[in-house]
C-alpha cells in the first residue's frame, strides 16, 4: 500500500458510527422501510473494485469484523450487523455484454432489471429475479430464482467465473477450475460467504422472442378445487410456462367491491420462440371447468419483461414496510395453500400475500450440480407481510410468524434469499442439505480461518448444528 494506511487507500467514503453523515448513511443501506436496529461502527462505500482490498485490510487493522451490502434488498437486513464494518458495494453497477459470446460481465450493484434492459438491446436474456430492483449480487450468491428458472434453472448456475476478495485480502478469480471450492459456495451460500464477490460472468440464452400470460382470480374459499385443478394442468405444461399461486387482496383491476375480496390466483407466464408457441403452451389451463367461479380472468395475453417488472413492483411497492420467509416442503400445494388460507383471510394488511411457484427451478440434475444452492422440497411457499406504518410492526411480524408456524410443520427446508434468519437459529442451516452445510462450515474454516466475515444472522459464530 505505498506506506499508506488503510483508510488513506480507500478512494470511497468511511463513515464512522457517531460522524454527522452516519445517520443518513444507515438509513440508506436497506430498501425496506423496517430498519432492524443493528449499527456498524464503520461503513465503507467503495469507489471501485480497487477499494474492496483496501477495505478489507482496513478492517483486519481496527479487529473489525466484515459485513457486505450490493444493493440492500435482504428481507431480514443482513447487511445491518451490530459492530463491524459494513462494506456497501453500490457503487459496483457496471455491466459489459459480449453478444458474440452470449457472456455478460456484471458488478454486484447492477440491478436484474437494468441488466435486463441492456441485454434486451443484444436480443440476450438471463434469468434475473422477479423484482427488477433487486442488485444481483446477493441475488447471485443466494442461488436465484428468477424468471423462467423452470426451464433455466437458479440463476447462479448460469454464473461462470466470479472475482472475489478473500479475507486474506487477495483478489482471485474462481471458476469450475480456479480456486473451484469457492466458486462452489459463491453458488448458493448467500449471506453467509466468507469473501467478496466483486464481479460475475454470465453465460446468456436468447431473449425470448414472445412472453404470453394466464391468469385466473377465484375467492379465496375456493383454495382447494382451484389449487387441485391448477396443478393436476402443471403437469402437462412445459418447462417454459412458470406457474404461480398467489394468496392475498384482488387487485383493482380484478375486483371493484369494497371491500376488494381476498382471492387465490393462479399466474401462467409461458417464455417461446413465436407468440403461437407460448399461446399453444399455455393450453391446459385454456380450458378450467372451475371457470364459472372466476371473479377474473384472462388468457393468452401477450406481454414483456417491462410489463412482468411493473407488475411485480406493485407487489412490493416502495417505501413499505416487508418481512418474508420462505419454506421448502414435501407436502402438495392443496394441503400447503389450505392451510395458509384462513391465515391470508385475517392478514392485518391488505398487500400482505403468500407466494407459490409451482416447480420454481428447474429440475434437471445438471443445473444444479457443482453449487452450494439446492432444491430442498417439492413445494416451495413464501409468506409475505407488506404494511405501511411502524405503529403496525408488531402485528404483521406476528402474522408472517403465524402463516410459518401453520405449515412448518410440514417443511423440508427453507430458501436463504428470502429465509426470516432472525425468526430461529435453525433457518440458516435448514436452507442448506446436510452435506451442503457441513462443507461449508470447512470451506469456512480454510478461506476464513480467523473468523473475518460475519455469518448468517440468527446464529452463533461456530457451524455447528
Known amino acids: ?122 436480443g440476450l436474456a438471463f434469468p434475473t429475479g422477479h423484482c427488477g430492483s433487486v442488485a444481483v449480487g446477493g441475488y447471485l450468491l443466494s442461488g436465484g430464482l428468477g424468471w423462467n428458472s423452470g426451464a433455466l434453472g437458479p440463476a447462479c448456475a448460469r454464473v461462470r467465473q466470479i472475482e472475489a476478495v478473500t479475507a486474506a485480502g487477495e483478489v482471485v478469480t474462481c471458476d469450475a477450475n480456479e480456486n473451484s471450492d469457492l466458486f462452489w459456495a459463491a453458488r448458493g451460500a448467500g449471506p453467509g460467504l466468507f469473501a467478496i464477490v466483486t464481479g460475475f460472468r454470465l453465460a446468456l440464452y436468447p431473449r425470448p422472442a414472445a412472453i404470453v400470460t394466464t391468469t385466473y382470480a377465484f375467492p379465496l374459499a375456493d383454495v382447494v378445487p382451484v389449487t387441485r385443478w391448477a396443478t393436476a ?4 405444461l412445459p418447462p417454459t410456462v412458470e406457474l404461480s399461486f398467489v394468496l392475498g387482496t384482488a387487485d383493482p383491476a380484478m375486483s371493484a367491491a369494497t371491500p376488494r375480496p381476498k382471492v387465490i390466483i393462479v399466474a401462467a ?20 371447468p372451475l371457470a364459472d367461479r372466476a371473479i377474473f380472468s384472462q388468457a393468452d395475453e401477450p406481454t414483456t419483461f417491462e410489463a412482468l417488472y411493473d407488475t411485480s ?15 421448502w416442503s414435501g407436502a402438495d400445494y392443496e394441503i400447503l395453500l389450505s392451510r395458509l388460507a384462513p391465515v391470508v383471510a385475517t392478514a392485518p394488511s391488505e398487500k400482505s400475500l403468500v407466494l407459490a411457484p409451482v416447480s420454481p427451478v428447474s429440475q434437471e440434475k445438471t443445473l444444479q450440480q457443482e453449487m452450494a444452492f439446492s432444491v430442498l422440497g417439492d413445494s416451495y411457499v413464501v409468506p409475505y407481510a407488506i404494511w405501511d406504518s411502524p405503529v403496525h410492526d408488531e402485528a404483521n411480524i406476528e402474522w408472517l410468524r403465524h402463516a410459518m408456524r401453520t405449515v412448518e410443520p410440514l417443511g423440508t427446508g427453507h430458501y436463504i434469499a428470502e429465509a426470516d434468519l432472525t425468526a430461529d437459529p435453525s433457518r440458516a442451516r435448514r436452507s442448506f442439505s446436510p452435506s451442503d452445510w457441513d462443507r461449508l462450515g470447512r470451506l469456512k474454516a480454510r478461506y476464513d480461518p480467523e473468523d473475518l466475515f460475519f455469518s448468517y444472522l440468527g446464529r452463533s459464530i461456530t457451524w455447528a448444528a
Open 233 to 236: 394442468a402443471a403437469t402437462e
Open 313 to 327: 413492483g406493485s407487489l412490493w411497492p416502495t417505501g413499505h414496510r416487508c418481512s418474508a420467509d420462505t419454506l
Open 1 to 122: 500500500m505505498g506506506g499508506r494506511t488503510p483508510a488513506r487507500a480507500i478512494e470511497g467514503d468511511i463513515v464512522r458510527r457517531g460522524d454527522p453523515g452516519y445517520e443518513s448513511a444507515w438509513q440508506g443501506i436497506l430498501w425496506n422501510g423496517i430498519k432492524p436496529p443493528r449499527f456498524p461502527d464503520a461503513i465503507v462505500r467503495v469507489a471501485s473494485e480497487r477499494d474492496v482490498p483496501e477495505a478489507v485490510a482496513l478492517a483486519r487493522s481496527e479487529g473489525l469484523r466484515i459485513a457486505v451490502r450490493s444493493g440492500g434488498h435482504s428481507w431480514c437486513g443482513s447487511p445491518l450487523r451490530d459492530g463491524g464494518m459494513l462494506i456497501d458495494l453500490s457503487a459496483l453497477s457496471r455491466t459489459h455484454i459480449d453478444p458474440d459470446a452470449a457472456t455478460a460481465t456484471v458488478q454486484p450493484a447492477a440491478t436484474g432489471g437494468t441488466l435486463a434492459a441492456e441485454l434486451s438491446r443484444y
Open 269 to 288: 407466464t409461458s417464455f417461446a420462440d413465436s407468440q403461437d408457441e407460448a399461446t399453444r403452451s399455455l393450453g391446459p389451463l385454456r380450458v378450467c
